[in-house]
Nanobody, 123 residues
Framework: QVQVKESGGGSVQAGGSLQLSCAAS???????????MAWFRQAPGKDREEVAR???????HYADSVKGRFTISRDNAKETVYLQMTALKSEDTAMYYC??????????????WGQGTQVTVSS
């Protein structure tokens, strides 16, 4: 059973930085590197939105709202994806989720979701 677990959330002042991590488990050896991974977030009263994604070729894509401030990366040996967040704004406050398509394609549905990690940015 594939599981992903987020960590690294917390409270920070506007302008600060945080790094989120998402560790996967239960994946057959060698398969993780073939998965598209992404970070999503959901703020209270708002729809969930995709923040960033990284495919098996390390190609990345970002939401316009975080371009230039957030960086997604992956360490296939550790089966972990990261989200480095800088210049944080109050509007970045949300629950952040990690997800996997369990596929090389990012355009298919995300199958595996974590429980989320809370990020709170105070102004």
């Amino acid at each position: 059973q594939v599981q992903v677990k987020e960590s690294g959330g917390g409270s920070v002042q506007a302008g600060g930085s945080l790094q989120l991590s998402c560790a996967a488990s239960g994946i057959m050896p060698g398969r993780y590197s073939n998965y598209c991974m992404a970070w999503f977030r959901q703020a209270p009263g708002k729809d969930r939105e995709e923040v960033a994604r990284i495919d098996p070729e390390f190609t990345t894509h970002y939401a316009d709202s975080v371009k230039g401030r957030f960086t997604i990366s992956r360490d296939n040996a550790k089966e972990t994806v990261y989200l480095q967040m800088t210049a944080l704004k109050s509007e970045d406050t949300a629950m952040y989720y990690c997800a996997s398509t369990r596929s090389v394609w990012c355009g298919v549905g995300f199958l595996d979701w974590g429980q989320g990690t809370q990020v709170t940015v105070s102004s």
